[in-house]
């Protein structure tokens, strides 16, 4: 089972950017539109992001105006720029590629911890 690497979490306060990246291989990337979820301790997972093959977004309403993501197809790699950041948003994050049943495959999680 293919799992795909993020990288980017980490530590930050309230107010403060993060950007989240998730390396996909090719023949993935190239044929799926890509997206970000989110799961806090108690709660189940959040859709918060998706990009199309052709650059589409669609974001929850909980992080538009806050959160970019984008695709770059030279180096295969999705990111979640992730501006204003607030407590609330503490959680792992996980990239997934979407097949045409739902999500096909899954990054590894990176946690993001904002503090007050």
């Known amino acids: 089972q293919v799992q795909l690497p993020e990288s980017g979490g980490g530590l930050v306060q309230a107010g403060g950017s993060l950007r989240l990246s998730c390396v996909v291989p090719g023949s993935i990337f190239r044929l799926n539109a890509m997206g970000w979820n989110r799961q806090a301790p108690g709660k189940g997972r959040e859709f918060l992001a998706l990009?199309?093959?052709?650059?589409?977004?669609n974001y929850a309403n909980s992080v538009k105006e806050r959160f970019t993501i984008s695709r770059n197809n030279a180096n295969n790699t999705m990111y979640l720029q992730m501006n204003s950041l607030k407590v609330e948003d503490t959680a792992v994050y996980y990239c997934?590629?979407?097949?045409?049943?739902?999500?096909?495959?899954w990054g590894q999680g990176t946690q993001v911890t904002v503090s007050s």
């Open positions: 990009i199309t093959i052709d650059g589409s977004t």
């Open positions: 997934y590629s979407l097949g045409a049943s739902g999500p096909s495959y």
